[in-house]
């Protein structure tokens, strides 16, 4: 009997122990794991960058767009970009002509 009142006591003294454990196991999980973990950081930092190759590269076409517009603004329009335009939009090519198409606009 005096063995189990000993054993009690032990136990009682480890409780605190484990369940503090428990708490910071918890908490260590779901920071390498959690919505706002390192695993989701790292997947963030990698979107944020693939955005930032992005927007630079629509701010370059932005910027051809706009230099393009521009050529068409002026008081008279320029006789190349408009020539372009007008082949380009009503399929207007003579037949000893060679027309080079692009995927995307050249900057």
Partial sequence: MFWLHILQKKLR??????????C????????????RGLQA???LSDRLDALKR?????????????HKAS?????KPDADMLDEMMRRHLYLGRPDEIVI???????
Avoid: C, M, N
């Fill in 41 to 43: 950081w790292i997947g």
């Fill in 101 to 107: 198409r692009y995927r995307t606009p050249l900057p």
């Fill in 54 to 66: 992005e927007k630079v590269s629509l701010a370059a076409q932005h910027d051809w767009l706009l």
């Fill in 13 to 22: 003294a480890l409780v605190l122990p484990f369940i503090a454990l428990l």
């Fill in 71 to 75: 050529l068409l603004q002026d008081g």
């Fill in 24 to 35: 910071l196991g918890y908490l260590g999980y779901h920071t390498f794991h959690g919505d």
